[in-house]
């Protein structure tokens, strides 16, 4: 059986999870992203292939979505009479000029529980990277430079995996499997600190790596400072919210006299001692997208 699936199904752990069903099921053949799809070639049992079938819509990660699955037989259309006897993730094919409307790029996703987890782990190797991410979270549109997604067609390409990293990308039982954005400590991006210095004629220079610009970062804004956070699409500026002074400077700064400013609070109960919360509110608050929601102010 040969499948195609359309929709959101790229940089999503599409492919994981797509291996991980076959596996389960006994099916060999492979899977593979092209710039236009998802392809599928299946072979086994054909009871097995209705259930793949089946769990691949009921099952599809949290990021993805399925907008249409055609199938053919295997056979048809000059596709491999070869048998297989695994099943595996091929290398992606480029069709030059097929992707124009019509695979949608994955929007970024913010960081999931089991990566929130590992974050404040002091055991895990991620402890306190800011740059954690897995198959079911982290960059992806901001990332993405063309397609079919691979990592060589990220701006991750300019982080070449550590042994570590690479052995959890390859390993089909792990949350990173073919995760494009993956990085650690030892291989990705760090966080840097830039001060301003006036009357330094070649910009600001780096005061601080990582968690030492994290922790002045803090006391800065205790401070009353601003400081301009580079996130994955862009910058956004940061205050402490309860220092009158800071927030007159933003105000003043920005040219925003009454326009209301986004708050960032911890966690939900710290946002219901300032806001009304409704249920649906709360799960916009903490699902994937995270959004800056509209709250009702706590009389
Ligand atoms: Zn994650
Ligand atoms: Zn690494």
New binding site residues.
Partial sequence: MFVRVQGLVQAVGFRPFVYGLATDLGLCGWVRNTSAEVEILLQGQNGAIKDFLARLKQDAPALARIDAISTEPGSSAKRQTERYREFTILPSEEQKGKRQGVQPIAPDAA??S??EQELLDPADRRYLYPF???T???PRFTIIQDLPVDRQRTVMQAFPLCPTCQTEYENPLD?RFHAQASACPVCGPHLTLYGRKTGQARGPAPTDLDLDALLTARRLLHEGKIIAIKGLGGFHLACDAENPTAVAELRHRKNRPDKPFALMAADLEQIKNICQVSDAEAALLQGSEKPIVLLKKNT
């Fill in positions: 960081l999931c089991d990566c954690i991410s897995c079911n979270c982290g949350r």
